[in-house]
T-cell receptor
Framework: ELKVEQNPLFLSMQEGKNYTIYCNYS?????LYWYRQDPGKSLESLFV?????AVKQEGRLMASLDTKARLSTLHITAAVHDLSATYFC?????????????FGKGMKLTVNP | KAGVTQTPRYLIKTRGQQVTLSCSPI?????VSWYQQTPGQGLQFLFE???????NKGNFPGRFSGRQFSNSRSEMNVSTLELGDSALYLC?????????FGPGTRLLVL
C-alpha cells in the first residue's frame, strides 16, 4: 500500500527566509502533485511532476522530483505572508488507467512578518 | 472555462439519514474522483468514475456509493449517516495529468 509522508508538518518562518519541505513515498510512482489549501477552501493545484528529475518553478516556489529516491522537495524562496497555507503532496497510485491520489498529511506553513 | 462545481456547499444531517452530493466536472473532463477530508484522517480517496464506470474504489464501507452520468456529472451517496462521516467532501475532475478540485461540500452529521 502506497504511503506518503511529509515533513515537517508544521512550519513557522519569517518573511524573507528560505526553506525546503520534503515528501517521501513508499512505492514506485512517476506522478507527484503539490497542492495548496487555504483555510476553509479547496485544493489549488501548484505543480505536476511527471518524470524523474522534473523541476518546476512558480514564483517563490520550486518543486522537484527524484523517483529513484521516492522523494519530492518544495523549496520556498524569500517567503512572504501570502504563502501561509497548508501544502499537500500527493502521489498517483495509478491502477491500470484509474487515477487515485494518495495524499500526505499536509504541511501547515505560517509566514510571519 | 468554468471550474468544478459542487452542490450543496453545506449540509447538516442527523445520524441515520442519507445524503446525496453532486459534482459537475470541468467541461470535457471525463474522469471524476471523490475524496473525503477530515482533521483526523486527512484526505482519503473514495472512488473514481470514468465514462459512467467506477474504475477504482477506496477503503470505505458500502454505505458510500456513487455514480456518473452520461454528461460526466457525478453524485455520491452516503446512507445511514454516522457522526464520523462529518467531513469536507471534495470532487475532482481530470482530462490528462492534473486533478482539479471543486470547492467541496461540508457535511455535518449531528
Amino acid at each position: 500500500e502506497l504511503k506518503v509522508e511529509q515533513n515537517p508538518l508544521f512550519l513557522s518562518m519569517q518573511e524573507g527566509k528560505n526553506y525546503t519541505i520534503y515528501c517521501n513515498y513508499s512505492t514506485t510512482s512517476d506522478r507527484l502533485y503539490w497542492y495548496r489549501q487555504d483555510p476553509g477552501k479547496s485544493l489549488e493545484s501548484l505543480f505536476v511532476l511527471l518524470s524523474n528529475g522534473a523541476v518546476k518553478q512558480e514564483g517563490r516556489l520550486m518543486a522537484s522530483l527524484d523517483t529513484k529516491a521516492r522523494l519530492s522537495t518544495l523549496h520556498i524562496t524569500a517567503a512572504v505572508h501570502d504563502l501561509s497555507a497548508t501544502y499537500f503532496c500527493a502521489v498517483d497510485a495509478r491502477q491500470g488507467g484509474s487515477e487515485k491520489l494518495v495524499f500526505g498529511k499536509g504541511m501547515k506553513l505560517t509566514v510571519n512578518p | 472555462k468554468a471550474g468544478v462545481t459542487q452542490t450543496p456547499r453545506y449540509l447538516i444531517k442527523t445520524r441515520g439519514q442519507q445524503v446525496t452530493l453532486s459534482c459537475s466536472p470541468i467541461s470535457g473532463h471525463r474522469s471524476v474522483s471523490w475524496y473525503q477530508q477530515t482533521p483526523g484522517q486527512g484526505l482519503q480517496f473514495l472512488f473514481e468514475y470514468f465514462s459512467e464506470t467506477q474504475r477504482n474504489k477506496g477503503n470505505f464501507p458500502g454505505r458510500f456509493s456513487g455514480r456518473q452520468f452520461s454528461n460526466s456529472r457525478s453524485e455520491m451517496n452516503v446512507s445511514t449517516l454516522e457522526l464520523g462521516d462529518s467531513a469536507l467532501y471534495l470532487c475532482a475532475s481530470s482530462l490528462y495529468e492534473t486533478q482539479y478540485f471543486g470547492p467541496g461540500t461540508r457535511l455535518l452529521v449531528l
